[in-house]
């Protein structure tokens, strides 16, 4: 006779859940099925970006304002998806309609800077301690850049990235993005060898078809929080490495704090091997406090990326840092783009980090931040589920694992199950999320303690009808 664990029993009633919800999510959603039936005809998947597709077809917007968006089916939510960490000044706040409206009655587009990209270069190098920085369109073409820049400025060609890390689909980073587990090395439980910091040991994985396998030769990889690896490859292969690139906290598979010194031996070393260190800030800057994970940690890289919250909805991205490396731009690494430092997105831009995301703007953010991962703590102990919840100013998540994560292997081991139940169960009680655990929520400077109530409560819930 087989004794069912507490977990297995929670893993079923989890697998129910999903099946009873999604089944009630499909009928409220009738208008995104039909859109879908429309945009999957010129469109692949029926998205503009595969990070929008959904299963079976994605949810549909179609209006925000303020905390709230609604769906084609008129379908009311809270937002807290976010646009993945863009609008941390909520829906169509008035200064962002504000500065928006004024460009596009003075010009949205000139291929020419003008004084408003002067001024928000000026907000982001104050805000996050660069000496130079150029704009780009995309958190993408920031980290492409800043690569191509520290590649120009050492005249060296291979890069070291982070297991589990997302910068972007440019080629060089689409290596160990989210690596299989039977494809990883040889390190810890899931390879079931453990080795010792032992950096030769992670494999480089492709992430997508279509990148030239050549590529792979330059691009290694590192875990996160793990200073002996990175020591170890570098004293091997230092020499040849021009930058790592890292997300000082990472972002896209959960939440993942630096431990403790972390980040300080990271800067040691890069400094100590001549390797240009680039912190891609693209979902933390201007999200976790006014100057980002610079600002939180204390540690300043060579080189930073920016773009999502920067802009106040619109398309933005940036990078900068030291002007030694920046200048090299001056003097023949390639830096383009037709629409860098548009008048409209610098407009919205400016407005959304001189006049809405204030200091007292943070402190909102952090206090709410906080009161919804408290009350996500206290559901998660009350019914003993195996998640922990984090929070850093106005983004945090569960995560269904009991400790906290170190890296990404450990996030391999979060019970999939219970996020794919949360998921269509909070949608369907007006909490609009990403619908992968990689995500995590964004609060915005429009909500308010009710809306975190809100949240609480139906997640509150969850718990209560998990544990059964
Ligand atoms: C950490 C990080 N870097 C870079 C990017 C790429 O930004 P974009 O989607 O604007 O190209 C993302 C996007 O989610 C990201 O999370």
Same mark, same amino acid.
């Given at each position: 006779?087989?004794?069912?664990?507490?977990?297995?029993?929670?893993?079923?009633?989890?697998?129910?859940?999903?099946?009873?919800?999604?089944? =009630?999510?499909?009928?409220?959603?009738?208008?995104?099925?039909?859109?879908?039936?429309?945009?999957?005809?010129?469109?692949?998947?029926?998205?503009?970006?595969?990070?929008?597709?959904?299963?079976?077809?994605?949810?549909?917007?179609?209006?925000?304002?303020?905390?709230?968006?609604?769906?084609?089916?008129?379908?009311?939510?809270?937002?807290?998806?976010?646009?993945?960490?863009?609008?941390?000044?909520?829906?169509?706040?008035?200064?962002?309609?504000?500065?928006?409206?004024?460009?596009?009655?003075?010009?949205?587009?000139?291929?020419?800077?003008?004084?408003?990209?002067?001024?928000?270069?000026?907000?982001?190098?104050?805000?996050?301690?660069?000496?130079?920085?150029?704009?780009?369109?995309?958190?993408?073409?920031?980290?492409?850049?800043?690569?191509?820049?520290?590649?120009?400025?050492?005249?060296?060609?291979?890069?070291?990235?982070?297991?589990?890390?997302?910068?972007?689909?440019?080629?060089?980073?689409?290596?160990?993005?989210?690596?299989?587990?039977?494809?990883?090395?040889?390190?810890?439980?899931?390879?079931?060898?453990?080795?010792?910091?032992?950096?030769?040991?992670?494999?480089?994985?492709?992430?997508?078809?279509?990148?030239?396998?050549?590529?792979?030769?330059?691009?290694?990889?590192?875990?996160?929080?793990?200073?002996?690896?990175?020591?170890?490859?570098?004293?091997?292969?230092?020499?040849?490495?021009?930058?790592?690139?890292?997300?000082?906290?990472?972002?896209?598979?959960?939440?993942?704090?630096?431990?403790?010194?972390?980040?300080?031996?990271?800067?040691?070393?890069?400094?100590?091997?001549?390797?240009?260190?680039?912190?891609?800030?693209?979902?933390?800057?201007?999200?976790?406090?006014?100057?980002?994970?610079?600002?939180?940690?204390?540690?300043?890289?060579?080189?930073?990326?920016?773009?999502?919250?920067?802009?106040?909805?619109?398309?933005?991205?940036?990078?900068?840092?030291?002007?030694?490396?920046?200048?090299?731009?001056t003097r023949g690494a390639a830096q383009q783009g037709t629409f860098n430092g548009?008048?409209?997105?610098?407009? =919205?831009?400016?407005?959304?980090?001189?006049?809405?995301?204030?200091?007292?703007?943070?402190?909102?953010?952090?206090a709410l931040g906080t009161m919804l991962a408290e009350g996500c703590r206290r559901?998660?102990?009350?019914?003993?589920?195996? =998640?922990? =919840?984090?929070?850093?100013?106005?983004?945090?998540?569960?995560?269904?694992?009991?400790?906290?994560?170190?890296?990404?292997?450990?996030?391999?081991?979060?019970?999939?199950?219970?996020?794919?139940?949360?998921?269509?169960?909070?949608?369907?009680?007006?909490?609009?999320?990403?619908?992968?655990?990689?995500?995590?929520?964004?609060?915005?400077?429009?909500?308010?303690?009710?809306?975190?109530?809100?949240?609480?409560?139906?997640?509150?819930?969850?718990?209560?009808?998990?544990?059964?």
């Amino acid at each position: 006779m087989s004794v069912q664990t507490d977990s297995e029993r929670i893993t079923a009633r989890a697998r129910s859940i999903a099946d009873r919800e999604q089944r =009630a999510l499909l009928e409220r959603t009738s208008g995104s099925a039909h859109l879908f039936e429309r945009a999957v005809r010129h469109m692949p998947m029926g998205v503009a970006s595969s990070f929008q597709a959904g299963d079976p077809y994605p949810i549909y917007l179609k209006r925000g304002k303020g905390s709230h968006v609604w769906d084609v089916d008129d379908n009311e939510y809270l937002d807290y998806h976010s646009g993945f960490g863009v609008n941390v000044a909520g829906h169509a706040h008035p200064k962002i309609v504000e500065a928006i409206e004024r460009a596009a009655r003075e010009g949205v587009h000139f291929a020419v800077t003008t004084e408003t990209t002067v001024e928000l270069a000026e907000e982001i190098c104050r805000r996050f301690g660069l000496e130079r920085m150029r704009f780009t369109n995309s958190g993408t073409e920031a980290t492409m850049d800043a690569i191509r820049v520290a590649r120009a400025a050492t005249g060296r060609e291979t890069i070291l990235k982070i297991e589990g890390s997302y910068h972007g689909h440019h080629d060089a980073v689409l290596f160990s993005v989210v690596p299989e587990a039977a494809l990883l090395g040889l390190r810890g439980k899931l390879g079931g060898e453990a080795a010792d910091s032992a950096g030769d040991v992670y494999r480089t994985i492709p992430t997508s078809k279509g990148v030239p396998a050549s590529v792979a030769e330059h691009t290694l990889i590192v875990p996160f929080n793990d200073p002996g690896a990175l020591e170890h490859v570098l004293s091997e292969r230092g020499e040849e490495i021009a930058a790592l690139i890292m997300e000082p906290v990472m972002m896209n598979v959960g939440l993942v704090l630096p431990q403790p010194g972390y980040l300080e031996a990271v800067r040691d070393l890069c400094t100590r091997f001549g390797v240009v260190l680039i912190f891609d800030e693209v979902k933390s800057g201007a999200t976790i406090a006014a100057g980002g994970a610079i600002e939180r940690f204390g540690v300043q890289p060579d080189l930073a990326c920016f773009a999502k919250a920067i802009g106040g909805g619109t398309t933005i991205g940036a990078f900068g840092g030291k002007g030694s490396i920046m200048d090299v731009v001056t003097r023949g690494a390639a830096q383009q783009g037709t629409f860098n430092g548009n008048p409209l997105s610098c407009r =919205a831009g400016l407005a959304a980090l001189t006049e809405v995301l204030t200091p007292a703007a943070y402190d909102h953010l952090d206090a709410l931040g906080t009161m919804l991962a408290e009350g996500c703590r206290r559901a998660i102990e009350e019914n003993g589920i195996a =998640a922990h =919840a984090v929070d850093l100013g106005a983004k945090g998540c569960v995560s269904y694992r009991v400790e906290p994560l170190r890296n990404y292997r450990d996030y391999l081991e979060c019970n999939q199950d219970l996020f794919a139940a949360s998921w269509p169960w909070l949608v369907n009680r007006g909490i609009f999320m990403t619908p992968g655990d990689e995500e995590q929520w964004t609060i915005s400077v429009q909500h308010d303690e009710g809306d975190i109530r809100t949240y609480v409560e139906a997640f509150g819930e969850f718990c209560v009808e998990l544990a059964g």
